[in-house]
């Protein structure tokens, strides 16, 4: 099966479309730039792109949201002429990376006494979503508790699974896995920081590859972030980039 960025699941709705791109928004979660941007489908010009800038700076303003978010084609480099005007502009560039793996080939990992991994249902609800709140404060209260809300559509979602793991019994660690016909995609994986490097983030996968074996499992990891070189060690294949550039204004 060929797996390209478009198995990707949005958590968002199109909002707009023409020949040159789509327009992403989510009123159930202004302030998650993942879900309100721009995805071009070709490069633009110059005098393009500021249109469409122009375009999405107003649409949020009106919405009350502070950013601009841009995706650009996928497995192409920004041109030089637009990188110019993005550094000119203060916008941050960064990169995603597309990965999969058969869960066969995920190396093999023992049982951990200490760690437990749960499928979250009513009795484990609240522990999950306090964990992914006490991560998610840090960009500030508002999107907490716009999170807290998408936690529990999530979970009321047949097409996701929702994931706590629990180190010596203490909440530590989360995943979402969103599942369709052909994929199961690993995403939003956290371990608290006082839990890293115990294995836990292993062991959550361990056992979506365990849950999804007849599956394969995908899923982005951001360009610039160490977890992708876990990944390259656990036989993840890397299928590709995307590069894409925001700004936040006062």
Not at 210 to 222: G, Q, R, Y
């Amino acid at each position: 099966m060929q797996i390209t960025f478009d198995n990707i699941f949005i958590h968002s709705h199109v909002a707009a479309e023409n020949s040159l791109y789509k327009h992403y928004h989510f009123p159930e979660m202004l302030s998650r730039y993942d879900s309100n941007y721009i995805e071009f489908k070709t490069f633009p010009a110059l005098e393009e792109f500021k249109e469409a800038e122009r375009y999405l700076r107003d649409f949020h303003r009106k919405n009350g949201q502070k950013h601009v978010k841009f995706k650009f084609p996928v497995n192409e480099k920004i041109p030089a002429k637009l990188v110019n005007y993005l550094n000119q502009k203060n916008y941050d560039i960064g990169f995603l990376e597309l990965y999969s793996i058969e869960p066969n080939h995920f190396p093999k990992v023992k049982d951990h006494p200490d760690i437990e991994v749960q499928i979250v249902t009513n009795q484990n609800l609240k522990s999950f979503l306090a964990l992914q709140y006490q991560q998610d404060i840090v960009f500030g209260s508002n999107f907490a508790n716009q999170k807290v809300e998408l936690n529990k559509w999530i979970y009321e979602n047949p097409n996701f699974m929702q994931l706590l793991a629990l180190y010596k019994g203490t909440p530590a660690g989360t995943v979402d896995v969103i599942i369709s016909k052909d994929t199961a995609e690993i995403d939003n994986l956290g371990v608290d920081e006082a839990f890293q490097k115990k294995g836990i983030g292993t062991r959550i996968q361990k056992f979506v590859m365990d849950t999804f074996h007849d599956k394969t499992v995908i899923l982005v990891a951001d360009g610039q972030d160490t977890p992708k070189e876990m990944y390259k060690r656990q036989n993840y294949q890397y299928l590709g980039y995307q590069y894409y550039t925001q700004k936040v204004e006062d």
